[in-house]
């Protein structure tokens, strides 16, 4: 049986835990605050109205892909061509291609910089490899101007994240949501972990600060995976309401 990613791939190392995927929605959760395209997130009215829920949809079909074999995932792909393309027909005009490469671009960054954060450093050609995959999703959707390698990739995706994002009255709101949806404590434990993972430019425009205090506790909460502490942890930090949703990023998909 031929599959998307291939058994063994650091891919499915990192989408295969929960602990990777909680940064990837905390640096993601950030940027979409930022970029210029947002307002397509708002036009369905379902991101402000729940944050939490949309995130995990996403991911849920970014994991779906990267653990089915071929024709389900490009199933799985074309359902969110389909998804989209209904979008575009009930706001009567095209979402930029730029958006697109922008959410691709953040799956891809995100996927590396959060596995570098809690496990160890990435080679060059696994990194390569993170890109090659999305870059395939990318291109069965059909999307335009995708660059042909992962050393062009982090050229334009410098260049995405230097013209594509800005503050505006959206990152104000979706901000609202956030804590309104996690709560005080939660909502500041977010912040700390988006000041960890996201680029320099998103944190200039978030004004946030250099160091997180997340940095000292990451340590202790590494210890504490290895001595099986790390859900009772979870379930201090992490809404009650998802707590089985967040169980299951740490097994493969049913295919």
Known sequence: MKYFVEQGSVVREIWGKGDTILFIFAGASAEFALNKAVDWLYFTGRLPA???????????????IVFSELEGAHRAIDRMATIHAAVESSRGQAIPDWAYRDVLFMLIDYSIRSFELLERKLSTAEKAEVFEVFYRVGSRMGLKGLPGSYEAWVQMREEHLQQNLQQSHFTSDLYRQYRK???????????EAQALIVPGRVKTLLQFNDTSLLTPILFLYKLSRKLKLDWFLKSLILPPAYMAEIKELDSAPAR
Do not use: I
Not at 50 to 64: E, H, I, K, N
Not at 181 to 190: E, P
């Open 181 to 191: 949806h996690l709560g005080a404590v939660r909502y500041k434990l977010l912040l």
């Open 50 to 64: 729940d944050p939490l829920g949309r995130l995990f949809s996403t991911v849920g079909y970014a994991r779906q």
